[in-house]
């Protein structure tokens, strides 16, 4: 059976007055529906070319993606993308920068109270219908990051695709959010690929890791199945000497592909 994400023997090139700079080199990855899996490498391997040409933001050089077999090269409402740092309208209140995109993408499947309730929804999905009042420069970075996932959870998107979304948080804050996005996931079984540079975090949510190697020229170095039970909690896992077999694979492989230095 075809896979419901496939990235096919994708390369690109970028072009630029230094000439040109291989950054990825046939990469083969098939995600199944449902599937929660992490990418991670060191600085500059090439993780977020990949997922800017999954979430069509860029386009391969070589091979391409097909999501439900049909080839993605633009964005679209289907791959809704989080980044590091939230990319909210700051003039518009929390819940107004969900029900834009509420809007956007059910403006004619759903009645205008039907909008309403699925914000609010989406909100509270993520512990923000309280503060949807206030503006994005009256809520912490962490709040930022939440509203962030709710308005693409809103998407109902056929992939998630999140760039370290909890990258420039504290550790607290992280661990609470990297919760509920497990609960999340859990409870609504989306597809998503997450770039990671936090070892614990990759393993404690993936289904599997997909490690790169450096660049340039990065591929796929080695895919990690995390066959942990679900639901997991950190505190058990944290001795769990399979949890800590699975960690000290991914920084055994980090460590055997170390950087290079920056040109
Ligand atoms: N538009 C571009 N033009 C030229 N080179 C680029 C362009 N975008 C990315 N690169 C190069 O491609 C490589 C991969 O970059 P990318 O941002 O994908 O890495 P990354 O693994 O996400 O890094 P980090 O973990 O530091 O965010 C880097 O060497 C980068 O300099």
């Excluded at 391997?45 to 040409?53: D, M, P, W």
């Excluded at 404690?204 to 199945?225: C, E, F, K, W």
Aim: glycine letters at 8%; proline letters at 4%.
């Amino acid at each position: 059976m075809a896979a419901y994400l496939s990235i096919e023997n994708v390369g690109i090139a970028f072009t630029g007055d230094k000439g040109t700079f291989r950054a990825l080199d046939d990469v083969v990855l098939r995600i199944d529906k449902g599937e929660f899996v992490s990418i991670i490498g060191h600085s500059g391997c090439g993780k977020s070319t990949l997922l800017n040409i999954v979430a069509g933001l860029l386009q391969a050089t070589e091979g391409g993606v097909l999501l439900e077999g049909r080839e993605v090269d633009t964005p679209g409402p289907d791959r809704a993308v989080v980044f590091q740092n939230h990319s909210l309208l700051p003039w518009l209140s929390v819940y107004d920068n969900v029900r834009m995109a509420v809007d956007k993408v059910h403006g004619k499947t759903k009645s205008k109270a039907e909008r309403h309730d699925w914000t609010l929804h989406n909100l509270s999905l993520v512990r923000m219908d309280a503060a949807k009042d206030k503006k994005p420069g009256e809520i912490s970075g962490g709040m930022k990051q939440r509203v962030g996932i709710a308005r693409a959870l809103a998407m109902e998107p056929k992939v998630l695709l999140l760039d370290e979304p909890f990258g420039a948080l504290d550790a607290l804050t992280r661990a609470h959010l990297q919760d509920s996005l497990m609960e999340i996931h859990g409870r609504l079984g989306n597809t998503v690929i997450m770039i990671t540079h936090d070892v614990d975090e990759s393993v404690l949510l993936s289904d599997r890791i997909v490690m790169m190697t450096n660049g340039p020229a990065a591929r796929i170095g080695q895919i990690l199945d995390i066959d942990l039970p679900r639901p997991r909690s950190r505190v058990e896992l944290a001795d769990n000497p399979h949890f800590n077999h699975l960690r000290a694979e991914v920084l055994r492989f980090l460590h055997g592909h170390s950087p290079a230095r920056a040109a």
